[in-house]
């Protein structure tokens, strides 16, 4: 599925959406920001799941998506720093997953969907170390929706 993404038509979507495709500049620092916020999120929300599924085989790999997200976080906060000068804290929300598997449907969804945001803004930009990151984190991410994939085919079955 992952394999037949078309960097190029992402770039374009993504133009249009950031409105770059109109002559406006993509506002990479409000680009940046949101994906932090995401990956804030994130973090929140698997750390949670890990403690509600505690003692299940699923804990620990929500333990360990919590600390990639958490990682995430901080790469984008040191790109954001370099770009701007500025320093960046997500503010503080707390995700609530009251059903594991309807949170992990959701989390999943969310893992595909900043997967293709961090490729389309990536396309978007030339060469340089904040493309090489963002196309690795979009990796990274389909790697946690692949997971996560797995642990609900394992709690269904």
């Given amino acids: 599925m992952y394999d037949e993404i078309d960097a190029a038509a992402i770039g374009r979507v993504w133009g249009r959406v950031s409105g770059a495709a109109e002559g406006k500049p993509v506002d990479l620092p409000a680009a940046l920001r949101d994906f932090m916020d995401r990956a804030e999120l994130a973090r929140d929300m ?7 599924t505690r003692g299940a085989p699923a804990s620990k790999e929500l333990s360990e998506l919590s600390r990639a997200e958490q990682d995430t976080e901080r790469r984008l906060q040191t790109e954001y720093f370099l770009l701007t000068g500025d320093t960046f804290a997500v503010e503080r929300v707390r995700a609530s997953a009251p ?9 999943h969804a969310g893992e595909v969907e900043n997967g293709k945001r961090y490729a389309s803004l990536a396309a978007s930009l030339p060469d340089g170390k904040l493309r090489e990151t963002l196309y690795d984190l979009s990796s990274r ?11 609900i085919g394992r709690m269904i079955n």
């Fill in 46 to 52: 698997y750390a949670l799941l890990a403690l509600k």
């Fill in 99 to 107: 059903y594991v598997l309807g949170a992990l449907r959701d989390a």
């Fill in 141 to 151: 991410e389909r790697s946690h929706a692949e997971k996560l994939r797995q642990m």
